[in-house]
T-cell receptor, first 113, second 113 residues
Framework: KQEVTQIPAALSVPEGENLVLNCSFT??????LQWFRQDPGKGLTSLLL?????REQTSGRLNASLDKSSGRSTLYIAASQPGDSATYLC????????????FGSGTRLQVQP | DGGITQSPKYLFRKEGQNVTLSCEQN?????MYWYRQDPGQGLRLIYY???????QKGDIAEGYSVSREKKESFPLTVTSAQKNPTAFYLC????????????FGPGTRLTVT
């Protein structure tokens, strides 16, 4: 059974820092991986999707990498801002069978002004 | 605007009552999903549907029921058999081909006392 782990569970940084969020998964047979952002009491917003054949994806100040064979992904946030404060979730989709996502528990990020 | 709507945003019920959560999408997606989120945790899959008139149990289906009579709609009923129904419920949809990228609604917070 696929398990997804996110480290650290919480992170507090001063504004302007570059930071890395980590995601690991136990079964490398994935179709793709998605990173989401969730603000308190809200739904999820898709940030980046990396297909299993890709190594990384970029959107603005965000860069996500994928090492499928080692079961790891990282989300890099450049020049963090207070508006980046939120919970970041990663989720993997299997490459066979049901195509629903398996989620990690998230990293709660606080960027201090 | 294309998107996913969930209603109501907040729902309060007495123990022993069934309650139905609404989910509607106008993205023309074939697949729809229901997830449950408990405080400080990731999302867990309740039910999913790949096509109209077909749905499958997820990891925590006990005490829940769904229907998929229309492509746009995927309501979730929380029955009195669900032992711990208080949670945040999220609906999502995706295509069934290519990226399967999932989009989420704003969620319904259910409180049962």
């Amino acid at each position: 059974k696929q398990e997804v782990t996110q480290i650290p569970a919480a992170l507090s940084v001063p504004e302007g820092e570059n930071l890395v969020l980590n995601c690991s998964f136990t079964d490398s047979a994935i179709y793709n991986l998605q990173w989401f952002r969730q603000d308190p009491g809200k739904g999820l917003t898709s940030l980046l999707l990396i297909q299993s054949s890709q190594r990384e994806q970029t959107s603005g100040r965000l860069n996500a990498s994928l090492d499928k064979s080692s079961g790891r992904s990282t989300l890099y946030i450049a020049a963090s801002q207070p508006g980046d404060s939120a919970t970041y979730l990663c989720a993997v989709r299997p490459d066979t069978g049901r195509r629903a996502l398996t989620f990690g528990s998230g990293t709660r990020l606080q960027v201090q002004p | 605007d294309g998107g996913i709507t969930q209603s109501p945003k907040y729902l309060f019920r007495k123990e022993g009552q069934n309650v139905t959560l609404s989910c509607e999408q106008n993205l023309n997606h074939d697949a729809m999903y229901w997830y449950r989120q408990d405080p400080g945790q990731g999302l867990r899959l309740i039910y999913y549907s790949q096509i109209v008139n077909d749905f499958q149990k997820g990891d925590i289906a006990e005490g829940y029921s769904v229907s998929r009579e229309k492509k746009e709609s995927f309501p979730l009923t929380v029955t009195s058999a669900q032992k711990n129904p208080t949670a945040f419920y999220l609906c999502a949809s995706s295509t069934r081909t290519e990226s399967y990228e999932q989009y989420f609604g704003p969620g319904t917070r259910l409180t049962v006392t």
